[in-house]
């Protein structure tokens, strides 16, 4: 069964760090394309950052730029996104995916990550 | 970015009915288009991808249509278990982005 698990989530203060991780199973992690997407709470989706299957391409939503950054070991089978300068409305649950024929699927569970003071 | 533009933003319907829900894309994004189902305390769930084809387990009445910059998600008699929020997304280009989500509730 393919699964994705997130962690890392918690409350940190603004201008704070965090570093969420994405634990894969059940595929071949590195054949594949990784993103991660978050949705602030009662609200829609939200792309944050892409990673190519081997670490070679990454994009980033404008909003995160030169914040977050997104990374993997694929011998660790896991998604990394190191979340700098964190501010109120970075407040959402981070969801990781996989890219499959360019899509979404499957999403874990979600991590949610409050700043907050 | 490309913004993708959902309506209505609730639909109240019944089980066993039809809804026909819309994405709108401010440019065309070819059949770049796919729509997920999220229900409460979820994650979102890959429903349609490429505008109409069915994602693995989707069941039949669940259909996907359009190209360009309009596209149509309908669920052709609605089940207890369909209500829920839906949202569209396109990958035509970056940024990945999505519409604001229709809220499907029981009436």
Known sequence: EVQLVESGGGLVQPGGSLRLSCAASGFIFSSYEMNWVRQAPGKGLEWVSYISSSGSTIYYADFVKGRFTISRDNAKNSLYLQMNSLRAEDTAVYYCARRRGGWLDPWGQGTLVTVSS | ?107
């Open chain 2, 1 to 107: 970015e490309i913004v993708l533009t959902q309506s209505p933003a609730t639909l109240s319907l019944s089980p066993g009915e039809r809804a026909t829900l819309s994405c709108r894309a401010s440019q065309s994004v070819s059949s770049y288009l796919a729509w997920y189902q999220q229900k409460p305390g979820q994650a979102p769930r890959l429903l349609i991808y490429d505008a109409s084809n069915r994602a693995t387990g989707i069941p039949a009445r669940f259909s996907g249509s359009g190209s360009g910059t309009d596209f149509t998600l309908t669920i052709s008699s609605l089940e207890p278990e369909d209500f829920a929020v839906y949202y569209c997304q396109q990958r035509s280009d970056w940024p990945l982005t999505f519409g604001g989500g229709t809220k499907v509730e029981i009436e």
